[in-house]
């Protein structure tokens, strides 16, 4: 176990690494236009510029400019995004304290998000398999189907036209951070963001769950269950959901991860003031640090909830061994 | 003759598909006593399996038609309420299946899930249903029992599965134990020691064994009464001594021409020409007259009963006893 | 019927004949590798471990032996599936164990295999004709227009329809589906034919017309089979010679009447009286050897001879030395070679068998 661990971790340093340096690369040698030129604003002359790049680095050779954020990579006190290197080229704000003051949001938008989906997805992907052919099935899957082909966007719009626009409902979004958010949670403001993002993802457990139930029905140790005359309850649930919901953990682990990372879409729309709609307005303003700072962060989620996620199914089913 | 313990009678399952109904039993009927150990013969379609699966109530009438009667102890098992056979099922009449690699819970321990069938049927504790299923591991002849079930099904092999299978199936004292294909999946000295235990404990345990198999040996050497079956019926049945030195139906000579057999030189076999019928479009008659080498017009058009000819010897042909006589010895004997 | 047997053996018995394969020290190991970052090899999966074996042209070997015994392995080293761990393989007295390339694919035509699942060894998006017709495409040996022709005539020949041509796998029962297997391993009318348990997945009346299938064919085109299988009845029936693995090694070859007659290896003896016989008085009379546990694992073999814990032989003779619940010394500390038991029959034994396993039927 300790050796699967430290292979593990290995493996989760190099990834991160790579992503940096790929995230490095994209960012700054993609973009058209000169940054500098972009933060000095209109009135400037050579002269500022030549300051902004001596502050900024931006005189340096590719790789040095590399490294001074490769160092904010390491998982050290002092060294970890630090402020020296880690700053809002647009305000100087330390993407530390911006990424600190905004993962709540996205972490409550997920999680909450996340309880719903699996309220509605796993019994309505259960039903589903045992009453399979019938009018709750054809139903369920019809629901599926929508979850998965309607944009987030586009059903978020909707709800939000409908609850709040029309009917007054909800309440107008958007808020200022302040911690801790139970005051926005009370007034409603993450509601229709977490039944939008419930939705969409529901759909994909619905059909997951579905499919593992069918398949796992059909096993012989179903049959032997039955054998022993077992109540179909218990053949459902003790025997059967047991076994499928396995693969769904490893799912939920990197969902949730990933959204951890920044529920892009449903923050912008209802201006929920999280990770990724901070990146979003960071990389419109062409401001490098906090863009590379929030997708570290995020890789780091899901590189992390990768492990987890294993060491999870490994408990849960004793065949997985570590090697 | 006593009272038998399960009397089928002219039971018929037909599941309905896309394709059209398929007739998979199609007007079984037979018994079994006390104590007897039957063997069920026959090739993939023959319908053995369903019948079996049937009696345990594994098939139901939502997934095929079932009609005919299937009485077990004086009660029909195909009329009783769900909730009443389910008390029957595992405790009464107990089933093992072909492969054991996939027939345990992969997720659970052995000793857990055969004291979760103990716990099923009986009123006692998780610690004394343990102990109880610890010893039936011990019955089986599953070394270190204790230690053994606190184990998962995948640290066992496939012998030892099939064995925990079977303390599981005669761990509440089953009258009748019904084995699917029990050693087909396993290597044959396995599955020497896996017979021979089934052949000691259903004296221990006093109970009656139903063999399922498409193996002409296994059945020979472990069985009192043999049914062989084609078709989704039965086309023969007998003591296995009148089954193996006096067939009288053209598809048991068949098999047992088609088999090489181990102690004899038989230079040349004489496989049964053409295939297993579709059970969807079963030829109308005798459903194995398209294959038969001694068919005549009769066997187009009439579906031959199964009347037996001394009390326990029955043959579903069209051919005379003095035509059958004269084949078996001309023809089957002379070329083993 | 005894002159019918007679004639079959005839093509065996002459020594003046050289293999057509032959096989010395052949061992095959699959290794285990454990480590952090860098795979560090710990152990072996000792599949094959040293085998010797030659194979006579026009006659059947038959091998056999249960789960872990190495002869699926075996066969395909032979066949260059696998690259063997060590030993040498000699195909019509050339050196074939580490031809590559060309030459490898060159060999290909004179040695073909039949797989045992006919439902997985077939692509099913390609038809029958298609696949029958691969051998000729990829080794160029027919012309292009008269591959169709060629195909045909296969088919005819394994008893199939030449007119389903276009007909894909799934249209086919089991049996034609093994047909169909043989008729493409039959295309570039090879010497050698591997059959790995050809007959396993199918039906006993099925069974039965692909073994005289394959008799007819081993006739006509004065084929060689090396024949696998765990049925016993069945490996015996087809073969001239049987030669029984465990474990890794080969405990014993002889004539297939010889080895059910007189078994000298104890495994063999138990392997004989675990097949079911369809004969309810000779089974009466069987010899019951019922062996306790099950096949060891080839990672880890058990020293000296193999087959030593389970060997009821070796515990019995213990037993009457006074050493109850053990067995012989020799057999744990000293691995036996094979040697000569009998004519033509070899075996590896220190404590071979001497007494019949099954009396003979008086009336036969």
Known sequence: MGRYLIRRTLFMVLVLWIISILTFLIFMKLPPGDPARRLAGKATNEQILAQIRENLGLNKPLPVQYARFAKGLIPWPGMWLNENVYYSWSNRVAVKDEIRKRLPVTAVLTLGAAFLWLLMGIPIGIISAVKRRSLADRAGMVFALIGVSAPTFWLGLVFLFIFYYKLGWAPAPGFEIRAPLWQEVRDGKFTLAWITLAITSAAFYVRIVRGNMLETLSEDYIRTARAKGLSERRVTYKHALRASLTPVVTILGLDIAGLLGGAVITETVFELPGLGAYAIERLNALDFPPVMGVTIVAAVFIVVANLIVDIIYASLDPRVRFT | MPEPLLEVKDLRVHFPTDDGLVKAVDGVSFSIQPGETLGIVGESGSGKSVSSLTVMGLVTRKQADITGEVIFQGQDLLQLPVEEMRTIRGAKISMIFQDPMTSLHPYYRVGDQISEAIREHRDISKKEAFDQAVDMLDKVRISQPKQRARQYPHEFSGGMRQRAMIAMALSLNPDLLIADEPTTALDVTVQAQILDLIDKLKAEFNAAVIIITHDLGVVAEHCDNIEVMYAGKIAEYGRTDDIYYGPHHPYTWGLLNSIPHLGTETERLNPIRGLPPSLINVPPGCSFNPRCPYVFDRCVRDVPELIPEDGHHAAACHLSREDKERILHEEVLANR | ?364
């Not at chain 3, 088919?155 to 086919?172: A, K, T």
């Not at chain 3, 765990?230 to 090694?249: E, I, P, Q, T």
């Not at chain 3, 193999?306 to 500390?333: I, N, W």
């Open chain 3, 1 to 364: 019927m005894s002159v019918e047997v007679n004639e079959r053996q005839e093509p065996a018995a002459s020594p003046a004949r050289e293999p057509l394969v032959r096989i010395q020290g052949v061992k095959k190991y699959f290794p285990i590798t454990q480590g952090i970052l860098f795979q560090r090899h710990i152990g072996d999966v000792r599949a094959v471990d040293g085998v010797d074996l030659e194979v006579y042209p026009g006659e059947t070997v038959g091998l056999v032996g249960e789960t872990g015994c190495g002869k699926s392995t075996l066969a395909r080293v032979i066949m260059r599936l696998f690259n063997p761990t060590a030993g040498q393989i000699w195909f019509e007295g050339r050196d074939i164990s580490s031809i590559k390339g060309r030459e490898l694919r060159d060999l290909r035509r004179d040695m073909q295999m039949v797989f045992q699942d006919p439902y997985a060894s077939l692509n099913p998006r390609k038809t029958v004709g298609s696949i029958i017709a691969d051998p000729f495409e990829l080794h160029k040996t027919v012309a292009k227009d008269k591959i169709k022709g060629e195909v045909q005539q296969l088919m005819e020949l394994v008893g199939l329809n030449p007119e389903h041509y276009n007909r894909y796998p799934h249209e086919f029962s089991g049996g034609q589906r093994q047909r169909i297997g043989v008729a493409r391993s039959l295309a570039l009318r090879p010497k050698l034919i591997v059959c790995d348990e050809p007959v396993s997945a199918l039906d006993v009346s099925v069974q039965a017309q692909i073994l005289n299938l394959l008799e007819d064919l081993q006739n006509e085109f004065n084929l060689t089979y090396l024949f696998i299988a765990h049925d016993l009845s069945v490996v015996k029936h087809v073969s001239d010679r049987v030669a029984v693995m465990y474990l890794g090694k080969i405990v014993e070859i002889a004539d297939g009447a010889d080895l059910y007659r007189e078994p000298k290896h104890p495994y063999t003896e138990a392997l004989l009286s675990a097949v079911p016989v369809a004969d309810p008085n000779m089974a009466r009379r069987k010899k019951q050897i019922i062996l306790e546990g099950d096949v060891p694992s080839p990672i880890d073999p058990p020293s000296g001879c193999r087959f030593h814990p389970r060997c009821p032989k070796s515990k019995s003779l213990a037993t009457q030395g006074g050493d109850s619940g053990g067995v012989m010394p020799m057999c744990t500390e000293q691995e036996p070679e094979l040697r000569e038991m009998a004519a033509k029959h070899i075996a590896a034994c220190h404590y071979p068998v001497e007494a019949r396993t099954i009396e003979p039927d008086p009336q036969t």
